[in-house]
């Protein structure tokens, strides 16, 4: 591999990545290459990398998986003001926003707001919430100027990085203290971003150590309702963060960072209110104006002790606070991890990495007004502790200059399903320096969380039995199994000279055994079903005022087939112009894995859900201009074909964003988003209680100041 | 399986548990026993390597031999680095790369010395005996042209970059050539 340097206008563009030098312990030609170089181009070098796909650091080129990387200029040229919306640039990745915080993110099929098949990582730090089944996409935050990169694999990540990376893993890693010296100051104020302001200082201490602090605060403005007028769904936070590093000797890194962070959100419930004198539906009510405050924190140290080029040893701790004053329920948790992790090579030729982890998790759960923890006998129940623990290991083997095969695999012992064994096999082949084929094949669970199990989900869902609305409750069952997926990737990555750059992926994945709601055989109180409207239709007796109830649980009942393609294509157009094309087709098909008659119906509308829940196509068009006298103009056009199930007819949106640097640290810009579009819903759900409200075009302009 | 009423299974957990535990902090500090096989060079050493060996054409000696000895004082996996450009030749002059204690007469062997991952203590005594001496400093230590070493490596961000402190040369008699002070991120 030979390094090039190409001009700083693209440097840490992924023609960079791409191009780059990329340490590997496997190469030796390259030694001499840089003393070749100019002392100019040396002190203008910088090195990315990327770590996600096999733990070690890789060529972005060289990487068996459908890797793409974020960049950190990326984030800053498109101008998103949150990792959500970055996450719009992944090809194949479906970013929808039901309302002022709350998202629906989700890769390769299975898009919801409850989407629990893809692993999110801050740092090492994972931010599922269990309970939820999903992140809390609106506490997910730092400072944008100060995320590194945000690496997102599509398909199963599972052996390395476990249960729950069935459909992808999204990392968000952010920039080392040394990298971030001296102040920074963000501000900005818009129509939709009201105001927002952030505030970084980095400076040095001792010998090797480095820190940095940073405030950062938003008040965003509450989305539309569909006639209109203000939903009042506003989100404001406000967070403070540190990071440090030093070397406490030669061959050791130590890193310490956390934040602290508390906000409130608005969003709007319709509920059943079971206490209010009964009218007709009249019990059924919107609560608008009702605030939803969280708040948390989190430290993580790691340490890594590096041995030689061909081994080193790392530890990583992580403990996180999480608390959620959700009017459905109050929900505080508590979770500390621990995980250590060798690298080494026992053989030549063979890179071995192997590690075992920890996590325990604490909850307790208050005021569960409508999401309600049960234990076995269906009795409310107040706190509960999780343990996780696993041991991974993954042999990487450099067969000779063009093939590389590697095996993973990672057992799992978790608090539902007992233990979990995940096996993975890639084989990549450097058909020449341009030109990488991939193959890779795995099995992946996704183990029940905490909120399909053990938790009755009432008064939120309602359905219309014909006369009368009717309340549909979902209580969760113990005795699920683990999802499965068996997934077969093929990927294909060329660069032709240096200025355009294909990446091709096409997946095949089989689930077994997924999450299905299906009528109960009793009702949530442990009662009988009563048939007033003969043997087929089962109902709840309806309580003092009450509307009907209609009782259902989880089973595992449907298995489902995903097929697909992800293309990538990047064009640097002119030496100041740069484009990229990303465009995905996805296809579904589920089908019930029964033959049971009385599911027979259950089933099929849950394969009609699932079917039906995500958009067949997507596609995305950045631009990136370097114009003269220092002026950058950026456009995005995103495209997304129509999302049955959500109710949300296909859309194209646009986003545009100009620049002017005064100087080297000061720059002033001006954002669009959602360009030519009054509002537009994106998702519609019925089982969570929020109510959708619609995106709406949004100005704003920023200033960032660094000295 | 639901394991919420299970003793027994409840028993299991916490037995393994505690031998992951057990096991973690076991291979913890197993981790210690192992010896310093061979240090990693990283991309870092690689590129200030590259420095040192570029930084030497832009330096007049006051004296000019056939060779130019660069001496190395501290520890560290770039010294593998640097062994690889002993030999090679900079402005018609061959290179000798050697590795030397903190007590070495340097003025009396080295043309150049890098320091690295020393205490400020034995720096700044070694800048002190070195003073008004023709041998140019050159060092990865933080502050280090603040102790009156002549050039300074400094990792900022993804990139390396360099300070220089023109008076230590001067006073040395070393001439730095104007395109090196250009490119210096600070003079002195």
């Not at chain 1, 793409?68 to 003001?81: A, M």
């Not at chain 1, 950026?634 to 296909?650: C, E, H, L, T, Y």
């Amino acid at each position: 591999m030979k390094t090039q340097l190409l001009p700083s206008i693209l440097a840490s563009s992924l023609f960079f990545a791409i191009n780059a030098h990329a340490d590997h312990p496997a190469q030796e030609s390259e030694d001499d290459d840089f003393l070749d170089f100019s002392l100019e181009e040396l002190i203008s070098l910088d090195i990315p990398d990327v770590t996600s796909v096999s733990r070690k650091k890789q060529r972005l080129m060289d990487s068996a998986a459908a890797i793409y990387v974020i960049t950190s200029e990326d984030i800053l040229r498109s101008g998103v003001t949150s990792i959500p919306e970055a996450l719009r640039m992944v090809p194949g990745m479906q970013v929808a926003r039901m309302n002022g915080n709350t998202w629906s993110i989700s890769t390769r099929g299975f898009n919801y707001i409850f989407a629990n098949k893809l692993l999110v990582l801050i740092d090492g730090r994972t931010v599922y919430s269990p309970l939820f089944s999903g992140v809390n996409w609106d506490v997910q935050d730092t400072l944008m100027e100060d995320i590194d990169r945000i690496e997102v694999i599509r398909g199963p990540g599972a052996a390395l990085w476990g249960a729950n990376a069935v459909n992808g893993v999204i990392n968000v890693i952010t920039k080392k203290a040394a990298d971030t010296q001296g102040s920074l100051v963000s501000l900005g104020a818009g129509n939709e971003e009201k105001a927002f302001g952030a505030y970084r200082y980095g400076g040095e201490f001792g010998e090797t150590g480095f820190y940095k602090v940073y405030v950062k605060t938003f008040e965003r403005d509450g989305l539309a309702k569909t006639d209109g007028s203000d939903a009042n769904d506003d989100w404001k936070m406000k967070r403070v963060g540190f990071k440090t590093e030093w070397k406490p000797a030669a061959d050791t890194d130590f890193t310490l960072l956390g934040d602290l962070y508390e906000g409130t959100t608005r969003p709007a419930l319709t509920i059943f209110k079971n206490d209010e004198p009964f009218a007709g539906d009249k019990g059924m009510q919107m609560l608008e104006n009702i605030s939803r405050d969280q708040r948390g924190g989190n430290l993580i140290a790691h340490w890594k002790k590096t041995v030689s080029d061909t081994e080193d040893y790392s530890l990583r701790a992580v403990i996180d606070d999480y608390q959620n004053f959700d009017y459905r329920v109050t929900e505080k948790r508590q979770s500390f991890d621990m995980e250590f992790q060798h690298y080494f090579q026992p053989i030549e030729n063979h890179d071995l990495v192997w590690g075992l982890s920890f996590r325990r998790t604490w909850y307790q759960m208050s005021d569960m007004r409508n999401i309600i923890h049960r234990d076995e006998n269906g009795q409310p129940k107040d706190s509960r502790q999780d343990n996780l623990y696993s041991l991974f290991a993954q042999d990487d083997i450099t067969l000779n200059h063009h093939w590389n095969l590697s095996f993973s695999a990672r057992y799992e012992h978790n608090e539902f399903t007992g233990k979990e064994f995940q096996p993975n096999a890639k084989l990549t082949w450097k058909v020449n320096d341009n030109r990488t084929l991939w193959a890779s094949v795995s099995k992946a669970v996704k183990t029940p969380s905490v909120s399909e199990t053990a938790v009755l989900s009432d008064n939120i869902t309602f359905v219309n039995t014909g006369p009368s609305n009717a309340i549909l409750s979902i209580a969760g069952n113990q005795k699920l199994q683990s999802e499965e997926l068996n997934a077969f990737e093929l990927g294909y990555r060329e660069q032709f000279g240096s200025l355009f750059r294909l990446d091709v992926t096409g997946f095949y994945n089989q689930y077994k055994n997924i999450v299905a709601y299906v009528e109960a055989s009793k009702c949530p109180d442990g009662s009988s079903l009563i048939y007033p409207l003969g043997p087929d239709f089962g109902i709840c007796q309806p309580k003092n005022n009450s509307l009907i109830s209609l009782p259902s649980t989880l089973i595992n009942g449907l298995d489902a087939a995903t097929y697909g393609l992800e293309i990538v294509a990047d064009w640097q157009a002119k030496d100041w112009w740069k484009l990229q094309l990303t465009y995905s087709w996805l296809q579904v098909d589920a089908s019930p894995n029964s033959s049971n008659p009385s599911l027979a119906y259950a089933l099929k509308r849950n394969e009609w859900l699932v079917e039906d829940l995500n958009a067949k196509q997507t596609a995305t068009l950045r631009s990136s201009m370097n114009l003269p006298n220092q002026w950058y103009f950026d456009f995005w056009i995103r495209g997304m074909s129509n999302m049955k199930n959500a109710g949300v007819p296909g859309y194209t949106a646009l986003d545009m964003r100009l620049a002017k640097k005064i100087n080297d640290n000061l720059e002033l810009s001006l954002v669009a988003q959602n360009l030519f579009d009054k509002q537009r819903a994106e998702f519609t759900e019925v089982f969570s209680g929020l109510s959708a409200t619609e995106i709406e075009e949004s100005w704003y302009a920023q200033i960032r100041w660094s000295f | 399986m639901s394991i919420f009423t299970n003793a027994s299974a409840k028993a299991t957990i916490k037995v393994t548990t505690k031998v992951t535990i057990i096991s973690l902090v076991s291979v913890i500090l197993f981790s210690f026993q192992f010896n310093t096989a061979r240090a990693a060079t990283s991309p870092e050493d690689k590129i200030k390597t590259a420095i040192i060996f570029k930084l030497t054409k832009f330096i007049s000696w006051p004296k000019k031999t056939q060779s130019l000895t660069i001496c190395v004082l501290g520890e560290g996996s770039i010294n593998n680095e640097l062994h690889k450009i002993n030999r090679k030749s900079t402005m018609g002059r061959r290179l000798s790369v050697t590795h030397r204690n903190a007590n070495s007469p340097f003025e009396k062997l080295c043309d150049a010395l890098f320091i690295h991952n020393i205490d400020n203590v034995t720096v700044k005594s070694v800048l002190k005996r070195l003073e008004g001496k023709p041998v140019l400093t050159i060092s990865d230590i933080r502050s280090f042209v603040d102790y009156g070493g002549m050039i300074g490596l400094k990792r900022s961000g993804k990139k390396i970059n360099f300070s220089i402190n023109n008076t230590s040369a001067t006073n040395a008699s070393l001439s730095i050539n104007s395109r090196l002070l250009k490119l210096a991120k600070t003079v002195k």
